[in-house]
């Protein structure tokens, strides 16, 4: 069981800078690939980002390519966004999960996600 705990959302600027925190609960958080996605209003989650169990790999949505970057701290327990250059058209609730593997977490099958946290940018 592993349970997730999202922070850091906010009101920004455009061109902007937030920093997203995951933290995780239970035994087993390096198992899994772990990942962020976002909802805007009267939008569909879609995909930010993913990083795998050791941190090898990174997947990006294009949208965010060069802007946000993520990490993970196993040790910690702990999966950080970097947001970098926000946009007004990035503002959605964030939610951080886990998967088993690279696939389910990047397609939204992740079997544990968090409550989520807004970031507002504003023009």
């Keep these: 069981q592993v349970q997730l705990v999202e922070s850091g959302g906010g009101l920004v600027q455009a061109g902007g800078s937030l920093r997203l925190s995951c933290a995780a609960s239970g035994r087993t958080f390096s198992n899994y690939t772990m990942g962020w996605f976002r909802q805007a209003p009267g939008k569909e989650r879609e995909f930010v980002a993913s990083i795998t169990w050791s941190g090898g ?3 990006y949505a294009d ?8 990490s993970r701290d196993n ?14 058209e990035d503002t959605a609730v964030y939610y951080c999960t886990a998967g088993v593997n690279r696939w389910a977490t990047m397609n939204g099958r992740g079997d544990y996600w968090g409550q989520g ?6 023009s």
Excluded at 117 to 122: D, G, K, L
Aim: glycine share 4%; proline share 3%; no cysteine.
């Design 75 to 88: 040790a910690k327990k702990t999966v950080i966004l970097q947001m970098n250059v926000l946009k007004p």
């Design 63 to 70: 949208f965010v390519k060069g802007r946000f970057t993520i």
């Design 57 to 59: 790999s990174r997947y």
């Design 117 to 122: 946290t807004q970031v507002t940018v504003s």
